[in-house]
């Protein structure tokens, strides 16, 4: 047999000992090693809660609770998992039974006296789709948890673009203003220093023609040194309001 199915947990539900014990040897027989069973309908909800059964045979005649009534139960406790299939075994065959069966959520319907390669091919295809249902589950948890993971990751490669941005933004602005800064420098050399530039320019030319002697004009001297002195401060005027950061 498949070696994934031969864990599977099986309940069985009837109220002839001899019915379960032929069960019991069948399923044994053909490999399977978590089997419980019980005779009493009024032990099966606390069953299903303790030993989490993942296929449960049940016989529909029993004294207390039937096994409609057990269906019943399971779907009112809220017990339906959608993965643990129901197989009725009863000696009713008639369609009506067989209808109500599947309608009050068995999975399938074998009658007695058992045909045993059938039973063994009923369970083992219940419980094949278990496993396969188990399966998607796992896969679906697992691309679930890439999907978080994967999403987690753009998130933050987001708020890294984010303050990227915000960056580029703030650094954006400092160049604004130092553009600024560097159109008043410009404005500056242009108005500002070429004036006292001008004279010095004009009395240097003017000494250099022998136009203008300092020994005739000694102020001239004295001018030259005034009109330093202010381009100096101009300069230096410049240099302590426009330093770029």
């Known amino acids: 047999m498949n070696e994934s ?24 027989y053909k490999g399977y090693l978590n089997i419980q069973t019980t005779l009493d309908s009024r032990d099966v909800i606390g069953m299903i809660l303790s030993f989490k059964p993942e296929i449960l045979l049940l016989d529909l ?9 057990i269906m019943q139960l399971i779907k009112d406790k809220g017990l339906e998992s959608g993965t643990m299939p129901i197989l009725i075994l009863t000696a009713d065959a008639s369609a009506d039974s067989k209808k109500r069966a599947l309608l009050e959520g068995a999975s399938d319907f074998l009658t007695k006296p058992f045909d045993f390669v059938e039973v ?23 691309l679930e948890e890439k999907v978080f993971e994967r999403t987690g990751k753009i998130i933050e490669l987001n708020k890294e673009l984010i303050l990227t941005n915000d960056r580029i ?7 604004q203003l130092q553009n600024v ?13 070429r004036a006292p530039l001008a004279r010095l320019m004009g009395l240097a030319e003017a000494l250099k023609r022998g136009t203008l002697t300092i020994t005739e004009n000694p102020e001239v001297l004295q001018y030259i040194l005034q009109t330093a002195d202010e381009l100096d401060k101009v300069i230096a005027d410049i240099t302590s309001q426009t330093i770029i950061e």
């Open 169 to 175: 933004e703030k650094k954006m602005e400092t160049i």
């Open 120 to 142: 063994d091919l009923r369970i083992k295809n219940l419980l094949m789709n278990v496993y396969l249902l188990a399966q998607v589950k796992q896969y679906n948890v697992a």
């Open 5 to 28: 199915l031969k864990d599977a947990r099986i309940l069985i539900v009837d109220d002839n000992q001899v019915n379960i014990d032929v069960l019991y040897s069948l399923l044994e």
């Open 181 to 193: 800064k560097l159109k008043e420098i410009a404005w500056i050399q242009s108005h500002v220093v």
């Open 61 to 69: 005649m029993m004294p207390y609770f039937s096994g409609f009534d």
